[in-house]
């Protein structure tokens, strides 16, 4: 797994690539913690184009960062799924919460 961070309007962008698994999520989690301690986004968009495979506790990894920027008043978003990553995405319910983007530039747009 590697997570990798771009900010653009004090939105921080966290691509995700290869697995987002219970193998990897300790990691991804501290990771996007400490950059969002670091940087103190105001909305952060997932972008999940390089994303091959997502369990539950990837969902954990969605759902809990979501909820941190979620109280402060702030926005998330995902944008770039593959087929397999949108079905999970869709089943499990996170797109009642978390709206979807085609793009990163539509998903910088709207939040």
């Not at 962008?13 to 950059?35: A, F, M, P, V, W």
């Not at 909820?67 to 995405?89: C, D, E, F, Q, W």
């Amino acid at each position: 797994m590697q997570v990798s961070f771009e900010t653009c309007n004090n939105i921080l962008i966290i691509k995700l690539t290869g697995e987002l698994d219970h193998h990897s999520c300790n990691y991804t989690r501290d990771e996007i913690d400490n950059k969002i301690i670091a940087k103190n986004p105001k909305n952060i968009i997932f972008d999940m184009s390089n994303l091959n495979f997502m369990d539950s506790s990837g969902i954990g990894v969605i759902i809990g960062r979501y909820k941190l920027i979620a109280s402060n008043g702030g926005k998330v978003g995902i944008t770039s799924m593959k087929p397999p990553i949108k079905r999970i995405y869709e089943i499990c319910g996170l797109k009642r919460i978390i709206p979807s983007f085609e793009n990163k530039k539509a998903a910088i747009e709207k939040l």
